[in-house]
């Protein structure tokens, strides 16, 4: 069986809304992110764009990094030279060879910015615009 990025982004759409709560509070959703990674039991105040891709991809089978860090996704799948509808982009934050990123699903470009699917963007799961100069690698699941 062949699963289409559209199992996995009819996943990631049906999580729109998600948000961390306050402070002194924590959403059990994005505690379940975190099931699928090494930061289990943590709770929505850590970063949670990788926990979140990570949960979306195994709803449909599909065995992520496992990583809560968002740059585990440029080791993962096979690398594509263009986004597609879909695809796991990994980006950059603040240092193009730091440890620190966001990782989301590819939806388009719209004005010169790339738009993703993702959790913890705007501490919630939402489409958000980003600089394509940012983008460190596209990734699509390993063919078996």
Known sequence: MTVGSDTWMNVAYGELGVKSFPK????????EYHQRTNI???????????SFANWVIAQVGIT?????????WLDWGDVI??????????????????????????LRTENDHIVLL??????????????PLTVLGFRWPAKP
């Open 24 to 31: 002194g509070s924590s959403n059990p959703r994005i505690t």
């Open 40 to 50: 289990q039991g943590y709770d929505d105040k850590a970063a949670w764009c990788s």
């Open 64 to 72: 992520g990094t496992g990583s809560a860090f968002a740059r585990s």
């Open 81 to 106: 030279d263009a986004p597609k509808q879909g695809c796991i982009v990994i980006l950059e934050r603040e240092d193009p060879k730091g440890w620190q990123g966001h990782v989301g699903f590819y």
């Open 118 to 131: 993702g959790g913890n963007q705007l501490n919630e799961v939402c489409e958000h615009h980003y600089d």
